[in-house]
């Protein structure tokens, strides 16, 4: 079994990020939690940036224009917390 799931909070009544936790089938007494990737807008000020932050690591990405890094933002956040394409509420993010 997989999929996302949020942590609503620990005894202190923090609340963390998403994750995906999955539980093997060939080993069902194990749980993996893995950290789900967090999509943000990137310090420099520059509205063409924007950052991916994943298991410990930083990526900035810089788009051509704000439009694009939008749709790129937006893109990477859907693929973060398992959307699946065929929600026509959604749209569609492809040229």
């Given at each position: ?31 993996y ?12 000020g ?33 693929a ?16």
């Amino acid at each position: 079994m997989g999929s996302f799931l949020q942590l609503v909070g620990d005894k202190w009544g923090k609340s963390s990020t998403r994750g995906w936790c999955v539980i093997p089938r060939d080993d069902p007494l194990v749980l993996y939690i893995y950290a789900a990737p967090q999509v943000t807008t990137g310090p420099q000020g520059d509205p063409r940036v924007f950052q991916l932050q994943q298991s410990g690591q930083l990526y900035t990405f810089k788009a051509d224009t704000e439009e694009l890094c939008g749709r790129w933002a937006k893109a990477m956040e859907r693929a973060a917390s398992g959307w699946s394409p065929g929600d026509p509420e959604d749209g569609d993010l492809s040229d």
